[in-house]
T-cell receptor, first 113, second 112 residues
Framework: DTAVSQTPKYLVTQMGNDKSIKCEQN?????MYWYKQDSKKFLKIMFS???????INETVPNRFSPKSPDKAHLNLHINSLELGDSAVYFC????????????FGSGTQLSVL | GDSVTQMEGPVTLSEEACLTI???????????LFWYVQYPGEGLQLLLK?????DKGSNKGFEATYRKETTSFHLEKGSVQVSDSAVYFC???????????FGTGTLLAVQP
């Protein structure tokens, strides 16, 4: 069983569309994250949720809206996609908000045309 | 703010060569330090960590020592294998914000 799974693995879409990426973890962790990795492999945190509550919200356009229906799931919805949104998006989880080891999913490669 | 600087890649080595990937950090307080590895097509995995000065983290033949005096956490391996080809990320957790802050990653390519 995959510990942190995200879908889809690849997402190709047109500018202006709305899309969602889903993430689920079966590790029983309390905290989940979304990271964005650009074409130069630079990795930056976007959001973090602890027990369904938002605890980290970096400077991200409000076209990006995370949703956590329960602590095992953290989805990312993106409105009005732009070319600059093209990147690999990683979901991750950790045992608690102050835990230091993160477990990452295998990423969703988003290409906006 | 807190930051991590690591050497730019790519680093290309022959099998059994010695590896050093440099990492230095800037942080207030006493951060924990990490190396994560990203194999092709996969997410990041924790490779090793050190939580206080002079600690040495080690795993899979890789080592890194937390050097407070030089604010460094260089990754080393005595003999690399083709299977070590990956992107390596240095990271710190500053504690106050409890965010993992990553360096820009270093691509290692090991040739047979």
């Amino acid at each position: 069983d995959t510990a942190v799974s995200q879908t889809p693995k690849y997402l190709v879409t047109q500018m202006g569309n709305d899309k969602s990426i889903k993430c689920e973890q079966n590790l029983g962790h309390d905290t989940m994250y979304w990271y964005k990795q650009d074409s130069k492999k630079f990795l930056k945190i976007m959001f973090s949720y602890n027990n369904k509550e938002l605890i980290i919200n970096e400077t991200v356009p409000n076209r990006f809206s995370p949703k956590s229906p329960d602590k095992a799931h953290l989805n990312l919805h993106i409105n009005s996609l732009e070319l600059g949104d093209s990147a690999v998006y990683f979901c991750a989880s950790s045992q608690a908000w102050d835990a230091t080891e993160l477990f990452f999913g295998s990423g969703t490669q988003l290409s906006v045309l | 703010g807190d930051s991590v600087t690591q050497m730019e890649g790519p680093v290309t080595l022959s099998e059994e060569a010695c590896l050093t990937i440099n990492c230095t950090y800037t942080a207030t307080g006493y951060p924990s330090l990490f190396w994560y590895v990203q194999y092709p097509g996969e997410g990041l995995q924790l490779l090793l960590k050190a939580t206080k000065a002079d600690d040495k983290g080690s795993n899979k033949g890789f080592e890194a020592t937390y050097r407070k005096e030089t604010t460094s956490f260089h990754l080393e391996k005595g003999s690399v294998q083709v299977s070590d080809s990956a992107v390596y990320f240095c990271a710190l957790n500053g504690g106050a914000t409890n965010k993992l802050i990553f360096g820009t990653g270093t691509l290692l390519a090991v040739q047979p």
